[in-house]
């Protein structure tokens, strides 16, 4: 009789799925050992070893969508008009190109982030209006770390130690895009050698410096206070860092700004 006499069952991998009996044509997660013990009078157990879940790779595109007449109209859903703001105007009020990071396509349709406030505003235009095209690269800030990180897929490809606001006028966090790109003719100045400006707007500030408190990454003439919290929310950077963000990271490019 087996009564109260254990049974252990040592079974190789490739037997194991076999008894089961596995139909699909997706491989299932096998183990790398399995024990099996049962009792008669006691509940049997099952222990061994699992390979974790495989990461999933970072995509290394991301479509992007360019105005391509004299404005671009905003719907809250498909057919039905944004009334707070029914279209943008292209181009802006500081003479840069209107453009949408998009998120999603439904026909005709294209779901966009939007550079307006609030922040992360997410809204549809007509495919009819825009021109699409895709940018390689994403931008990762770390306000907390004082770090700013571009990577194309999971691939580093600059990585730097930069200014974020101070305490009373923080970096606004979320999920944004680069929605502006210029070359500022003194980099002795206090924005440096480029603006890249952020689809992101101060949670303090409604203005600062004749815009409309929009945050953006730029060079620094103070290179002694990166790393630290010192500014209106901008990100700052060298100069030389932010040449190089300027060429990594063209309009669209995704930014997200996080703790």
Known sequence: MLRGIPVVVILTIGSAF???GFTSTEA???PDAVRISTRASATSTLSGTWPGPAKKKAPTSFLVADANGPSVSLFQAPDVPYLEKPALANPTHEGLPVVFLVLAEKGPWLQVRVSSRPNN???????AQVTLRKVPNRVLVEV????????HGDDVLL?????VGAPATPTPLGTFFVDGIVKVPYDTGPYGAYQVSVAGFS???????????QIAMHGTNRPELLGQNVS??????TNDAITRMAQLAPLGTPVDVVA
């Open 144 to 151: 907390g770390a004082h770090r700013v990180t571009v990577l």
């Open 28 to 30: 299932p997660t096998v």
């Open 203 to 213: 949670d303090v500030l409604q203005s600062f410096g004749g815009g409309v408190g």
């Open 18 to 20: 076999a008894l089961v």
């Open 159 to 163: 990585q730097e130690t930069v200014a």
């Open 232 to 237: 209106n929310g901008c990100v700052r950077m």
């Open 121 to 127: 505003l997410v809204l549809w235009v007509e495919k």
